[in-house]
Nanobody, 122 residues
């Protein structure tokens, strides 16, 4: 059974950067698209970014496009989210997830990590 474990969250000032990692254990994720989601207090979980099984294409929410970059290293069974030019509204718990398909998208995710907190101060 696959487990996803996120790391790299923390407290950063507005304009700063963080890099989140999502390490998969148990089985390979190389056949699946992967995604990042986030949930702010009092709000629903929202899609952030997704990447094709081989890293060949990506898809982003409008709110993060141009600031965030999703990538993956299938040899390490790991997915990353590089977050630059962070804003206070990016504050949320960030979740890594496996999509039940090979191509990026905003839905059909079937496996979730426990999340990592990102806090951006103004």
């Amino acid at each position: 059974q696959v487990q996803l474990v996120e790391s790299g969250g923390g407290l950063v000032q507005a304009g700063g950067s963080l890099r989140l990692s999502c390490a998969a254990s148990g089985r390979t994720i190389s056949s699946y698209a992967m995604g990042w989601f986030r949930q702010a207090p009092g709000k629903e979980r929202e899609f952030v970014a997704s990447i094709r099984y081989d890293g060949g294409s990506t898809y982003y929410a409008d709110s993060v496009r141009g600031r965030f970059t999703i990538s993956r290293n299938n040899a390490k069974n790991t997915v990353y989210l590089q977050m630059n030019s962070l804003k206070p509204e990016d504050t949320a718990v960030y979740y890594c997830s496996r999509r039940s398909e090979s191509f990026p998208g905003t839905n059909n995710y079937d496996l979730w990590g426990q999340g990592t907190q990102v806090t951006v101060s103004s």
